[in-house]
């Protein structure tokens, strides 16, 4: 089975800063790795898929890169409600599996 | 917008079966993916399990033993056991909507959660 892992577990970061987020896996899943974000007490919600498509609604300000083994969740300029916890994805046709997530605390 | 609502007990015995329920509105359960997933308090998302809109059914290989997944058209909606439960399992449990986006396969749509606690 496909692992994710995320990098870093845990960010600190400030409004404003531009930060990013890595998820690497254990093997080549060419660009089918989706992000999305939770919030304390609520359901993930769905940002980017694909790699890089944003999904309808999501904020110019996230973006996504990469392909094969590695890719980025990037978020420009944070805004207060950005502080949240992200997880890579991704979902074939066997297994479905997430990244550990990444906690992002205002500084 | 389709909606997901879980439901059942909020506590379990250990050694006793996890029973849930979730209901779909607002949308067809006949079409699709539809999916288990768990988060411990303070811990991370895990997939327990999934079944497409023909019947077909995919497990965690980490709880396959324990798990059944299955959906009931009729009544749309989509039922989980998980048996001999221990306090381990004490998570939040979500149901979630897969589909295909441009290709790619992705949660849509999420349930709001529902705690179950795992005690005597």
């Known amino acids: 089975d496909i692992r994710l892992t995320q990098s870093p577990s845990f960010l600190s970061a400030s409004v404003g800063d531009r930060v990013t987020i890595t998820c690497r896996a254990s093997q080549d899943i060419s660009s089918d790795l989706a992000w999305c974000q939770q919030k304390p007490g609520k359901a993930p919600n769905l940002l980017i898929y694909g790699a890089l498509i944003l999904q309808s609604g999501v904020p110019s300000r996230f973006s996504g890169r990469g392909s094969g083994t590695e890719f980025t969740l990037t978020i420009s300029s944070l805004q207060p409600e950005d502080f949240a916890t992200y997880y890579c994805?991704?979902?074939?046709?066997?297994?479905?599996?997430f990244g550990q997530g990444t906690k992002l605390e205002i500084k | 917008q389709v909606q997901l609502q879980e439901s059942g007990p909020g506590l379990v015995k250990p050694s006793e079966t996890l029973s849930l329920t979730c209901t779909v509105s607002?949308?067809?359960?006949?079409?699709?993916?539809w999916t288990w997933i768990r988060q411990p308090p303070g811990k991370g998302l895990e997939w327990i399990a999934y079944?497409?809109?023909?019947?077909?059914?995919k497990y965690n290989p980490s709880l396959k033993s324990r798990v059944t997944i299955s959906i009931d058209t009729s009544k749309e909606q989509l039922s989980l056991k998980l048996s001999s439960v221990t306090p381990a399992d004490t998570a939040v449990y979500y149901c979630a909507r897969a589909a295909y986006y441009d290709g790619y396969k992705v949660f849509d749509f999420w349930g709001q959660g529902t705690l179950v606690t795992v005690s005597s």
């Open positions: 994805q991704h979902l074939n046709t066997n297994s479905y599996t």
């Open positions: 607002r949308g067809s359960i006949s079409s699709h993916y």
């Open positions: 079944i497409s809109y023909s019947g077909g059914t």
